[in-house]
């Protein structure tokens, strides 16, 4: 594991070698990126060997504590967010610096602690895969990223870039599913309105792409009834077509009528029908009973929906109501819509912001870099104040499967992507 790490490193200070426009200041930072580089690791193997299911509350305190040790050594204050008991969330870690007198760009520096991983599901440990693979819950989304974050910040502490810097980094404890009600973003929002400029470690796309732009998403839950009824009798004018047939009817619609429109998506991932039906919201499960010979009478559909802008949004739920109002025979149903993060829209700051990257990466020796597809990405914190500051995503560890067993990221372009964080923040604290 050393020796590949040594290997990346090498691999990264070939491209730096070849920089023509790194300060003397700049070069001791890559440097020291590279040198720091096994204990990068380290950190990264012990909090990807944590879970940190966003329902597994000890699990996120967990690596949330061993993130705040880290900061109180890089002279950061640091706090823990505490949310209402009723929402069941652990709660967020703050780390800040304030230096005196205006000098640079405040920065909002965005990490989260959790992963979609939960407890009962099946555990996979940070492994090596091959020489520029690893794997392991989290590895990219996103605790690779706050590594990144955390060791560019180390890079700029050794050699005294700090001082005088005004820098908050925050992780929330619940990005990937977010608690109910203001309280779960409040904090958040009025530490990002205190900054200039947000940079967030959401998983990268490779070296060369960032993120301008992301969607929002929101929920929705269609509840479809029907007569329960023998089966032989379905279709005909005294029983209808029971509720499956019409929750395939809406959701086939919302295929076709929905499908094509740039940035929009929404996928149906929960659907329970039959007899007897039980559908626990909170904890996203469902029980159904059912046979062949009767028509269910109740399904349950919870899925989500993702837009570029509000607008997009709105339009989206319209036509689905709409589709929702025309029943089948005998049947009935309803849509709710619930909120959850805001888009993204790329604006003039944000592509400032992408040509900062691109100008350090091109300093670097890596190469170009550009502002990637709004509609590959989901969403992310970084969305709720993209309002109020100028905004960067993407800038965290590369790699790919996030959200899905064996989750992959890659370690050669890992310290490139350090490097690339450590000289944006130095040169936006300026």
Known sequence: MRKRLLLACAFAGTFAAHAQKLTATEKKIVATVQRNMPQSERLLVQVVNINSGTLNLKGVREVGDIFRKEFDNLGFKTTWVDMPAEMQRA?????????????????????????????????????????????????NDMKGGDVVMLAALQALQQNGLLANTTITAYFTGD?????????ARADFIAKAKESDVALAFESAAGLHTVATARRGSSGWQLKTYGQAAHSSGIFKPNVGYGAVFEAARILDEFREKLSQEQFLTFNPGLIVGGSEVKYDAANARGEAMGKTNIISPEVNV????????????????????????????????????????????????????????????????????QAGDPGSRGAGDVSLVAQYLDCLDGLGSSGKGAHAPGETMNTKEFPLLVQRAALMIYRLTR
């Open 91 to 139: 709660g967020h870690l703050v780390a800040q610096r304030k230096g005196k007198g205006k000098k640079g760009k405040k920065l909002f520096l965005i990490g989260h602690l959790d992963t979609v991983f939960e407890l009962d599901m099946p555990f996979t440990k940070y492994t090596q895969l091959n020489d520029s693979t690893v794997t392991g819950q989290g590895v």
């Open 175 to 183: 990005e990937e599913r977010s608690g109910k009600g203001e309280a």
């Open 302 to 369: 919870a899925g989500d929906l993702r837009f570029l802008t509000e607008q997009q949004k709105e339009a989206a739920r319209a036509k689905m109501r709409d589709i929702v109002a025309h029943s089948l025979p005998n049947t009935r149903a309803e849509i709710t819509f619930t909120d959850g993060l805001p888009g993204m829209p790329p604006t003039p700051g944000n592509q400032k912001l992408a040509t900062l990257a691109d100008q350090v990466s091109r300093d670097l020796g890596f190469g170009p870099v």
